[in-house]
């Protein structure tokens, strides 16, 4: 019985730390709620299919296109939306008999609902019920006689949405942020699950470079939830009921990731010596890890350390709450009070120990949630030695509303030798309007001749494959996914159709799975989410026994077309090429890493000390924009090999300068005050080193920015530093700057190695 409890709690916490939060079952079912509820006011009203239909597209789009954070202005906006919908329908339904104009004006209604983005949320949401209910009196050839029937059906639908929304499945910040914590305490506690395998196999085990790897991909996941946990909680700091210090909040997550984190490091450097291992980076090329047997004495200690890290693993999973204990501890550099506690070890196992002393330094003082965290394990060595974030088809715009407010930071925040050709730039808002009414005019015209009965899903395939991108490539890879997706739901639907024969509740049943299953995996899989809606309605067609071959067969047509429709576009008005959107973005975070690095330095120079997380989260939330607008050129079918590995080298010294960066200022935080004042720990020499790492960052912004940047100083005066410092025990002061001389240098490695990549010179002085 134990063992059935224990599989069904790993099975709950790995449901759990796969939805952070649970907002995308949350969204998923939220929606099949609103969806059943207005389905059955209606049916119980005696309503007619097509205000069935009715019902349940308004019921979708109301439910998952709302998305301010208060429910405050969530109510608003629903309130605002019920007029708009209602004009929309008298609109679309007064025009139906006239095909040409309703299709001119569709086009015009298109281009208007992406381009008043740039008001707003609301705005965004109100253009979004526009475009929708437009299409749905298109769609169902409604008329003026109807309009009463429709108008009740919309007004059921919002009703629905808000009942849903306020009562039934109201979720307060609170909780959400609670189950984010949670969620990010569980991918912490797989991080130290992969930790552990790959320390017990030690440095010869088989599928060492396997475990390696498993490693850094849950790693990887870490970083998704603490995203997802800063993302969720005000600039100034802590969410929730407690704000007692001013690392509680984000800065609580950044110091627990960037712990284990480097803790993961240690454990690998001691393991492979040779490999020089400074990141978990997944994009950086590794080198074989091939590395002696661990000897006696180290391996004694090893043990114990694998015993450490399965204490700590069992106490995340346990969830215990902490002792009250002496919360300033939080400020005393690692291996304070214990140094004289480590084992007999050498040197690099001895930093494991630290490090592993520092994270449950962290968990305990600074705790995964407010109020609560891990048990205490004080008492051994290690700790002695330490001491502290669904495009479905009928919403696809809301997503367009989350990339608003980088479109618009990135309009906020041209760079200042950007001058005029700043001026002349389209805003991304006009020139995304521009591109999809382009791509639906053309998707309407190809719709009709190719199909007039179903010219509409070319026109949703136009309209969605725009949302989230921003380049031509992009848009691409959107549409080859958008393509797959449908190809795999058509056999799906064709086949469980097959499975099920006539039985309507088995086709209602597997419809209703379809709209969660869109819902649930759009920020999951585009292909997956593609896939879902093909199957929902492959089981509507059935419900209405009007289900061929023939019918998906021309969904596949349409999809095409709609794709091509939305590339010609792309390609014709104002085109983004893949090179130009990256440009920017690298400039962006090539700015946001020099902003990072130069508040951790004014810190450590007795400067002002001001909130060291908030760069190293915008530093984060730019390299993950990065990311996304590189994937066009890193995914493994990519033909540009040359380009490909120049991406996937440049993505790893930037995420590498990236973790280095957050260990600056983590370190320049868990000091507590200004390093700069002890002139034997901090020279003159030093501090021309961090101003040169400076003017190489404001060359490689030049170079990137398409001015001729001049060569990039090389210096080795960090690392003379670092040695001068030593790599004994020393004092708390010591092995705090050491800690933070070490990160430094690697930031600088990485920057040059990044000017190299970038066909840079690298020019060192007489």
């Known amino acids: 019985m134990q063992e059935l409890w224990r599989k069904t709690a790993c099975v709950r916490d790995r449901f759990l730390a796969s939805d952070p939060g649970l907002i995308r079952l949350l969204s998923a079912g939220g929606t099949v709620c609103a969806v059943l509820l207005a389905l059955g006011v209606l049916a119980a009203l005696h309503a007619t299919v097509p205000v069935l239909v009715t019902g349940a597209l308004t019921a979708m789009v109301s439910t998952v296109a709302v998305t301010e954070p208060r429910p405050r202005d969530q109510a608003l906006t629903l309130a605002a939306g019920v007029p708009v919908a209602l004009a929309i329908t008298a609109l679309g339904s007064a025009l139906t008999p006239y095909r040409v104009v309703a299709d001119v004006v569709f086009v015009l209604l298109i281009f208007a609902a992406l381009h008043v983005r740039r008001l707003g949320p609301r705005a965004t949401t109100l253009g979004v019920f526009a475009f929708q209910l437009f299409f749905v009196t298109q769609f169902l050839e409604a008329r003026v006689a109807r309009l009463p029937q429709l108008f009740l059906a919309v007004t059921v639908a919002f009703g629905s949405s808000a009942l849903v929304r306020f009562a039934v499945l109201r979720a307060s910040e609170e909780r959400t942020s609670a189950r984010l914590h949670r969620a990010f305490r569980i991918r912490l506690a797989h991080v130290l699950d992969a930790l552990i395998e790959v320390a017990e196999g030690g440095p010869q085990a088989p599928r ?92 004694a200690a090893l043990t114990t350390v694998i015993g450490e890290l399965r204490a700590l693993r069992g106490a995340l999973g346990a969830g215990r709450m902490l002792p009250a204990g002496d919360r300033t501890r939080r400020r005393l550099p690692p291996g304070c009070g214990g140094e004289e506690r480590l084992p007999d070890a050498s040197p690099a196992l001895q930093d494991v120990f630290r490090s592993v002393g520092e994270l449950a330094s962290v968990l305990r003082d600074s705790a995964a949630t407010p109020d609560e965290g891990i048990g205490d394990v004080a008492g051994s060595p290690a700790t002695a030695a330490g001491s502290t974030a669904a495009v479905a088809e009928n919403t696809a715009p809301v997503v367009g509303s989350t990339s608003r407010s980088g479109e618009q930071s990135r309009e906020e925040h041209l760079p200042e030798d950007a001058g005029d050709a700043a001026c002349v730039r389209v805003r991304p808002t006009t020139r995304t309007a521009l591109q999809v009414a382009t791509g639906s005019a053309l998707a309407v015209v190809g719709g009709e001749l190719l199909s007039p009965q179903r010219w509409y899903w070319a026109v949703f395939t136009s309209w969605v494959v725009y949302i989230g991108t921003a380049s031509t490539g992009d848009l691409l890879v959107r549409g080859l996914r958008r393509l797959v997706g449908t190809v795999a739901g058509v056999f799906a639907g064709l086949a469980l159709a097959a499975l099920i024969g006539h039985d309507s509740r088995w086709a209602f049943a597997l419809a209703i799975l379809s709209v969660f299953g869109m819902y649930y995996t759009t920020a999951v899989s585009y292909t997956l989410m593609s896939l879902f809606v093909t199957t929902m309605i492959g089981m509507l067609y059935t419900l209405l026994h009007t289900l061929t071959p023939a019918v998906l067969v021309v969904r596949i047509e349409e999809t095409a077309l709609g794709v091509g429709s939305g590339l010609v576009a792309a390609v014709l008005v104002l085109p983004v090429g893949t090179g130009q959107r990256t440009d920017e973005l690298l400039r962006e975070v090539l700015e946001r890493l020099r902003v990072a690095l130069a508040e951790s330095s004014a810190r450590w120079y007795g400067g002002p000390g001001g909130d060291l997380f908030g760069p190293s989260r915008a530093l984060d939330s730019a390299l993950d924009a990065l990311r996304v607008s590189m994937e066009p050129l890193v995914i493994p079918v990519s033909p540009l090999r040359s380009r490909r590995r120049t991406a996937l080298a440049v993505l790893g010294l930037l995420e590498t300068a990236a973790f280095h960066t957050r260990g600056v200022a983590d370190g320049m935080a868990r000091a507590g005050v200004p390093m700069g004042t002890d002139a034997d720990l901090v020279d003159e020499a030093l501090v021309a080193e961090v101003c040169r790492i400076d003017r190489n960052l404001a060359s490689l912004i030049g170079r990137v920015a398409g001015r001729d940047g001049r060569a990039l100083e090389g210096g080795c005066g960090v690392a003379a530093r670092l040695a001068a410092v030593g790599t004994g025990a020393g004092d708390d002061d010591t092995r705090a700057t050491r800690r933070v001389l070490r990160h430094l240098h690697r930031v600088d490695v990485s920057v040059q190695d990044l000017g190299r990549t970038l066909g840079m010179p690298v020019s060192y002085g007489a």
Do not use: C, K, N, Y
């Open 208 to 299: 060492a470079e396997r475990a390696v790897d498993g490693l850094r991909r849950r790693v990887v996941h870490l970083h998704g939830a603490a995203s997802m946990v800063r993302d969720r909680q005000p600039a100034g700091g802590a969410s929730g009921r407690s704000a007692a210090t001013p690392l509680q909040g984000r800065g609580q997550v950044v110091e627990a990731m960037t712990a284990v984190e480097r803790l993961a490091i240690t454990v690998l450097r001691f393991l492979w010596p040779e490999a020089d291992i400074t990141t978990l980076t997944r994009h950086r090329s590794s080198p074989r890890l091939v590395g002696p047997a661990v000897d006696g004495r180290d391996a």
